[in-house]
Nanobody
């Protein structure tokens, strides 16, 4: 069992930055690829970024490329999402998730083994 707890959300002006963290319980963190998803009000949850078990591979959806960076620290059982040049359309609840398999490309939402409860990011114009 893996428990995931996100933090770091908040209110920020357009053009600003936030760093989200996701702390994982358990001693098997490095066995999981990690993911960030987001869900805006009234919309479906969407894939944002992925990072492989050791952090050697990453994947970003087009609308965050060049602005967001996913990283992980296996010694701290934590995955991060650095978000720069934030836009109002980035407003959403951000969720981290874990899966044994590393997915890239098409949304892997159905393949996640564990989910956090989310942290709210609000970007004002």
């Amino acid at each position: 069992q893996v428990q995931l707890v996100e933090s770091g959300g908040g209110l920020v002006q357009a053009g600003g930055s936030l760093r989200l963290s996701c702390a994982a319980s358990g001693r098997t963190f490095s066995s999981y690829a990690m993911y960030w998803f987001r869900q805006a009000p009234g919309k479906e949850r969407e894939f944002v970024a992925a990072i492989s078990w050791s952090g050697g591979r990453t994947y970003y959806v087009d609308f965050v490329k060049g602005r967001f960076t996913i990283s992980r620290d296996n010694a701290k059982n934590t995955v991060y999402l650095q978000m720069n040049i934030l836009k109002p359309e980035d407003t959403a609840v951000y969720y981290c998730a874990a899966a044994r398999q590393y997915y890239s490309g098409n949304s892997p939402i159905g393949g996640m083994d564990y989910w956090g409860k989310g942290t709210l990011v609000s970007v004002s114009s």
